[in-house]
């Protein structure tokens, strides 16, 4: 791998692409980097913190949006873990165009083609399609086509889960576990995504208690904003007559006369 004809063929690649900002740019320098320290192996395991702090991202929803976008248009391929104990993955694509590379990208594209052939047995005497005795190179074709077929069932489950994580927030009600990965992904709490889930499925998931729900996930992030500033206010304290009184607790005095007349 060479990462300056990579490099070199990313800005080529982006030169025309107008969908690109500098926010891209730099969280794709910062992949790059660890895609460096992992020697150009695919996929590297990634943290949300450690990237936002390499690429000078300060939000969490400018990171996400980032990254979807970068799979999007083609320039990885991001698998998302959900669990905060657990990084998630990436695949970066090569754009190393050197003629190196592209000698050795035909040589493949001939191997496979040689291959292919090789597999095909029409018997041209009686005019039909009949299978060969098998060789010694049947287990290798066989071997072949499952390794196929497993590479198949690969991208058609993770085409699946990207599908199914672009729709989730049109899908009313959302599925309980998905709630909670949503609120764990953003720093909170199992119990929170509970709250959330329970209060909104008890009013027949309306807005405001009469508009119908069309976004579960943006519902989600004011419920944490709300929840944020509750917590902030339910933690002060306040002072009457210099005595501090904290919320929750029974405000009564402890220097009262018991002797005295109601």
Request: proline share 3%; net charge positive; with cysteine.
């Given at each position: 791998m060479?990462?300056?004809?990579?490099?070199?063929?990313?800005y080529?690649?982006?030169?025309e692409?107008h969908?690109?900002?500098?926010?891209?740019?730099?969280l794709?320098?910062?992949?790059?980097?660890?895609?460096?320290?992992?020697?150009?192996r695919?996929?590297?395991?990634?943290s949300?913190?450690?990237?936002?702090?390499l690429?000078?991202?300060?939000a969490?929803?400018t990171?996400?949006?980032?990254?979807?976008?970068l799979?999007?248009?083609?320039y990885?391929?991001?698998?998302?873990?959900?669990?905060p104990y657990k990084?998630?993955?990436?695949?970066?694509?090569?754009?190393?165009n050197?003629?190196?590379v592209q000698?050795?990208?035909?040589?493949?594209?001939?191997?496979?083609?040689?291959?292919?052939?090789?597999?095909m047995?029409?018997?041209?005497d009686?005019?039909?399609?009949?299978?060969?005795?098998?060789?010694?190179?049947?287990t290798?074709?066989?071997?072949?086509k499952?390794?196929?077929?497993?590479?198949?069932?690969?991208?058609?489950?993770e085409g699946?889960?990207?599908?199914?994580?672009k729709?989730?927030?049109?899908?009313i009600?959302p599925d309980?576990?998905e709630?909670?990965?949503?609120?764990l992904?953003?720093?909170?709490?199992?119990?929170?995504a509970?709250?959330?889930f329970?209060?909104?499925?008890?009013?027949g998931?309306?807005?405001?208690?009469k508009s119908?729900?069309?976004?579960?996930?943006?519902?989600?992030r004011?419920w944490?904003?709300?929840s944020?500033?509750?917590?902030n206010?339910s933690?002060?304290t306040?002072?009457?007559?210099?005595v501090?009184?904290?919320?929750?607790?029974l405000?009564?005095?402890?220097?009262?006369?018991?002797?005295?007349?109601?």
């Open positions: 060479n990462y300056i004809f990579h490099l070199t063929g990313f080529d690649k982006i030169q692409d969908r690109l900002n500098p926010t891209h740019i730099s794709y320098l910062a992949l790059f980097q660890f895609w460096n320290l992992n020697r150009f695919n996929p590297i395991s990634i949300r913190n450690e990237m936002m702090k690429s000078k991202i300060s969490f929803g990171y996400h949006k980032c990254i979807k976008e799979q999007e248009f083609g990885i391929e991001y698998i998302p873990s959900f669990n990084g998630s993955l990436v695949n970066l694509f090569s754009f190393d050197s003629e190196e000698n050795l990208k035909r040589i493949k594209k001939q191997t496979t083609s040689e291959q292919v052939a090789n597999r047995h029409i018997k041209i009686t005019g039909s399609e009949q299978a060969l005795i098998p060789s010694i190179n049947s290798n074709s066989l071997n072949n499952q390794l196929k077929d497993n590479e198949h069932s690969r991208i058609f489950d699946n889960l990207l599908l199914k994580k729709n989730r927030s049109i899908e009600p309980i576990l709630v909670e990965m949503y609120f992904e953003r720093d909170s709490t199992k119990l929170e509970e709250r959330f329970n209060h909104y499925e008890s009013n998931w309306l807005v405001g208690g119908k729900m069309r976004n579960w996930e943006a519902a989600a004011n944490l904003l709300n944020k500033k509750f917590n206010n933690n002060s306040r002072t009457v007559i210099g501090e009184l904290k919320p929750n607790h405000n009564a005095t402890t220097n009262k006369s018991y002797k005295d007349e109601l």
